[in-house]
C-alpha cells in the first residue's frame, strides 16, 4: 500500500471545529453523548433500540444469529411488513397529513400531495394490480422510473406483497437495464412513457423497450403516462399495462400486508464493483428497516411533523433508504422533485425549501460546489429559516465546501452531517450525532454509537492517528447487506477476504473492508478519503472503471482501453479514458464520438467520458500491469514522479502531449 499512501496523504486537508448550535441540540432526537458507551457495552443488544422502533407481527427470538460469518441474520425469527410500517401504523394517528410532497418540473402543472391516506390507497390499489398479474412472493420486480410519486407508491407495492424491488436508475441505459432484468431474473418490469428534464419532455419507454428486447425471458410491464399530451405516441402492447387503467380497476382494494420474515429479502440494488458485472446488492426487512428508521431519527433527527427534503433520486440507495423507506417508516412528510436544481433557474431548490417550509435539506457535496459556483445570491433571495438541519452524502467534501454550505444555506443555525456510507451498508455509518458531537468540515465524524470501525494498514493493523489507511469494519450491523444475490462467494471475496479469516467461525476474525481510504484522528474523527479500488465517484455516483472499459473495447476500431478518474472542480471524479486504436483506424473526431456514444449506450450519459486521449501505448510495468495511477497524475496535470518501473517510459510525455493538444 505505500504506493496508495503517500498518494491518500496528499488528499488530507486542513481542519477547523464547530459546535453543534445550542437550539439545535436543545430540541434534538439524541443530545445524550453516553449513548456510544451504552451501545458499546450492550452490543448486540443495543439494536433493540433501533428494533422497537418497528411494529412487528411477531417478536424476534435473537437480536443477532452469528453461527455462520459472515452470513449474519438480524432479529431471527421476527416477523413485520415494511409497507405496513410506512403506512397502515400511520393511518390512524395522521391520516390527512401529507406523506409525499412533489414537485413536478413545468412550472404550470399542479405539485401533488398524497397524505399517508392516500398513499396507503395507492399502495393497496397498485399491490391488487400487481398480484392480479401474477407477481408472488419472492418475485423480483424491476423498477426504471424517475422522479415520480409512482415509484414509491410502485416500491411500497412491492412491499406489501413481498415481493423485492430492484429499482433501475432512469439515468441509465437500455442495456444497463436489460443486464439488471437478467441478472435477477426479473419477469415485471415498472416504468414510464417519459419525464421532463431541462424543460424537455424526454421519451422513457423507448429506451425501456430497448432494454426489454434484451431480456432473456417473457416480461410483463406496467407502464405509467407521465407525459400526457406531451408523450412520445407510445402504444403499449399486449404484455404492457397501463397503471391509470390498472389501478382503476382496483380501485378501493385493500391488500393484508404479508408477513415477512426479518431476514427476508426487501430489495436488491445493483451498484458497480472492480469487475465489469454490477453487484446486486441484497437488503433484508427487518436489518434494513430498523437501520434506516434509527438513523432518519438519530442522524437526520427527523420527526413527524417535519417536511424532510432530500434531493437525491430514488434511483440510487440514498433515495431508498432517507427519501422513501426512514421518513415514512417514521411517519414525516418527505419531498420529491423532478427535474434538476437548475431549471428552469438556479433557484430551484431555495423556492422548493421556502414554499414547503422544508425542515433539512440532504444532498452531496457535487451539488454543493455548483451552488458554490453560482454564488450565494440565489440562496440569499430566499427565506431558508425553516431549515433546521443539513446533510451531505455520496463523497468526501471538502472544507470550503461544507463552510459553503454551513454559512450560505444554513445559517450557521443548522448542524452539518457528513454521512459516510454505501449501498452496501444499507444506512449512515460514519457521521457526527447532530445533536451530540462537534462538526470537522472535511471529517464525516466518529462511527455511529454500536459501530467499530477502524483504519488499518495491508496488515490489518490500525495505524496511527494521522495516517491514511483502509477504513474497514469490524462488527456486523443489522443494515448490512447480506449478499450479493445468487453470489455468495462473491460476497465474501469482494467484502471480507481482504481482512478476515475466512477459515474462522469467530465473528471476531470477520471484517468488512469498503474499499475506501481513510485517516483518523486522536478524537476517533475518521477523514474519508476516496476509493482505493478501481470505482470512481462522479458527482457521487458511483462507476465502475471496468464497464466503462468494456464499452470502449466493445467498439470496432478499439484495441485497449484503460479509464481512469481525473479530479474535477465540480463532479469530484471525472472519466478519463486512454484508448488504443487498431492499425488501419483514424484517430479522428468522429471515432472519438463513436467511443463516447458507446459508454452511454452501455451505462448511461453519467459515465460520459471527459476526454478520449488516443495513445499508441498504455504505461505498464515490466510485469504489463496498466499503471493507472500515472494515468490519473497525467490527466490531473500532476508531476509524474519515478517512471523507471515501466517497461515503456517513452509513453508518458507521448501521453500527457497529445492530452494538452485537446
Ligand atoms: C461510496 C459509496 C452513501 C450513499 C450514496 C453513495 C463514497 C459516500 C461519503 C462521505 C466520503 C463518501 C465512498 C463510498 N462516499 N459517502 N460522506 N464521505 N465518501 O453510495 O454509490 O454505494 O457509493 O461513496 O467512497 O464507498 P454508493
Same mark, same amino acid.
Given at each position: ?18 459546535? @453543534? ?26 439494536? /433493540? ?23 449474519? /441474520? ?7 411488513? $415494511? &409497507? ?57 420486480? #424491476? ?19 413481498? $415481493? ?35 424543460? !424537455?419532455?424526454? *421519451? ?91 438513523? &432518519?431519527? &438519530? ?12 434531493? $437525491? ?30 431549471? @428552469? ?9 421556502? %414554499? ?61 452531517? !457528513?454521512?459516510?456510507?454505501?449501498? %452496501? ?37 490500525? =495505524? ?41 467461525? *469467530? ?15 486522536? *478524537? ?24 466503462? %472499459? ?28 486512454? =484508448?488504443?486504436?487498431? !492499425? ?30 488516443? #495513445? ?25 514522479? *519515478? ?20
Amino acid at each position: 500500500m505505500s504506493d496508495d499512501n503517500g498518494e491518500l496523504e496528499a488528499r488530507l486537508e486542513e481542519q477547523e471545529e464547530f459546535e @453543534p448550535p445550542a437550539a439545535f441540540v436543545e430540541q434534538a432526537n439524541v443530545s445524550d453523548s453516553d449513548i456510544y458507551d451504552e451501545f458499546e457495552e450492550n452490543w448486540p443488544d443495543c439494536w /433493540e433500540r433501533a428494533a422497537s422502533m418497528l411494529d412487528w407481527t411477531d417478536d424476534y427470538d435473537q437480536v443477532l444469529d452469528a453461527e455462520n460469518p459472515p452470513f449474519y /441474520e438480524w432479529f431471527t425469527g421476527g416477523e413485520l411488513n $415494511a &409497507s405496513a410500517n410506512c403506512l397502515d401504523r400511520h393511518l390512524e394517528e395522521r391520516g390527512d397529513q401529507p406523506a409525499i410532497e412533489w414537485v413536478g418540473e413545468p412550472t404550470d402543472e399542479e405539485n401533488v400531495t398524497l397524505t399517508y391516506r392516500d398513499l396507503y390507497e395507492r399502495v393497496n390499489e397498485c399491490a391488487a394490480a400487481l398480484r392480479e398479474m401474477g407477481v408472488g412472493e419472492d418475485d423480483v420486480v #424491476t423498477m426504471y422510473m424517475p422522479m415520480i410519486p409512482q415509484l414509491p407508491v410502485a416500491m411500497l407495492a412491492c412491499a406489501r406483497i413481498g $415481493a423485492p424491488h430492484s429499482v433501475v436508475f432512469a439515468g441509465f441505459s437500455a442495456e444497463a437495464l436489460a443486464t439488471r432484468m437478467n441478472a435477477a431474473d426479473s419477469e415485471y418490469l415498472v416504468t414510464c412513457d417519459g419525464y421532463y428534464r431541462r424543460g !424537455d419532455p424526454l *421519451d422513457h419507454l423507448s429506451k425501456a423497450n430497448e432494454g426489454l428486447d434484451s431480456v432473456e425471458h417473457e416480461t410483463t410491464t406496467v407502464v405509467v403516462d407521465r407525459l400526457g399530451d406531451d408523450g412520445h405516441g407510445h402504444e403499449l402492447d399486449d404484455s404492457q399495462h397501463d397503471w391509470d387503467d390498472l389501478l382503476a380497476d382496483h380501485e378501493g382494494a385493500e391488500i393484508d400486508p404479508v408477513d415477512r420474515d426479518a431476514e427476508d429479502m426487501l430489495f436488491l440494488m445493483y451498484t458497480s464493483g472492480t469487475t465489469g458485472e454490477p453487484k446486486g446488492v441484497k437488503h433484508t426487512t427487518a436489518g434494513y428497516l430498523s437501520w434506516v428508521t434509527w438513523t &432518519s431519527h &438519530s442522524v437526520l433527527d427527523i420527526k413527524p411533523e417535519d417536511t424532510y427534503f432530500c434531493s $437525491a433520486d430514488i434511483g440510487w440507495i440514498t433515495g431508498h433508504s432517507y427519501i422513501v423507506y426512514g421518513p415514512l417508516s417514521l411517519g414525516t412528510t418527505t419531498m420529491m422533485y423532478e427535474g434538476t436544481p437548475d431549471h @428552469p433557474d438556479r433557484n430551484r431548490l431555495w423556492e422548493i425549501i421556502e %414554499e414547503y417550509e422544508a425542515t433539512q435539506l440532504y444532498t452531496a457535496p457535487t451539488a454543493i460546489r455548483s451552488f458554490m459556483k453560482w454564488g450565494h445570491q440565489y440562496p440569499d433571495d430566499h427565506d431558508l429559516s425553516s431549515l433546521r438541519l443539513l446533510g451531505t452524502v455520496g463523497e468526501p467534501i471538502n472544507p470550503r465546501a461544507w463552510k459553503w454550505y454551513y454559512q450560505h444555506i444554513g445559517d450557521e443555525e443548522c448542524p452539518v452531517v !457528513d454521512t459516510w456510507w454505501q449501498t %452496501e451498508t444499507g444506512g449512515h455509518m460514519i457521521t457526527t450525532l447532530p445533536g451530540v458531537g462537534k462538526m470537522k468540515p472535511g471529517s464525516a465524524g466518529p462511527a455511529l454509537p454500536g459501530l467499530d470501525a477502524q483504519i488499518v494498514d495491508t496488515n490489518g493493523e490500525a =495505524v496511527d492517528p494521522g495516517r491514511a489507511g483502509h477504513l474497514t469494519v469490524q462488527k456486523p450491523w443489522p443494515g448490512m447487506l447480506r449478499t450479493l444475490y445468487n453470489n455468495d462467494e462473491r460476497f465474501v471475496d469482494e467484502y471480507w477476504r481482504e481482512y478476515s479469516d475466512t477459515d474462522s467461525e *469467530d465473528m471476531a476474525d470477520w471484517v468488512y473492508f469498503p474499499e475506501d481510504g481513510a485517516k483518523v484522528d486522536d *478524537d476517533g474523527y475518521i477523514t474519508v478519503l476516496g476509493r482505493v479500488d478501481d470505482v470512481l465517484n462522479v458527482s457521487g455516483h458511483r462507476l465502475g472503471t471496468m464497464e466503462i %472499459e468494456s464499452a470502449i473495447v466493445g467498439v470496432e476500431g478499439v484495441a485497449e482501453a484503460a479509464v481512469v478518474g481525473g479530479d474535477h472542480e465540480v463532479k469530484g471524479e471525472a472519466v478519463y479514458a486512454y =484508448v488504443i486504436v487498431e !492499425d488501419g483506424q483514424a484517430e479522428s473526431d468522429e471515432f472519438r464520438d463513436e467511443i463516447v456514444t458507446a459508454v452511454e449506450d452501455a451505462i448511461g450519459p453519467i459515465a460520459r467520458p471527459e476526454a478520449v486521449v488516443f #495513445t499508441p501505448e498504455l504505461p505498464k510495468t515490466r510485469s504489463g500491469k496498466i499503471m493507472r495511477r500515472l494515468l490519473e497524475d497525467i490527466a490531473n496535470g500532476d508531476d509524474i514522479g *519515478d517512471t523507471s518501473t515501466l517497461r515503456n517510459p517513452e509513453v508518458v510525455e507521448d501521453i500527457k502531449t497529445t492530452l494538452d493538444e485537446e
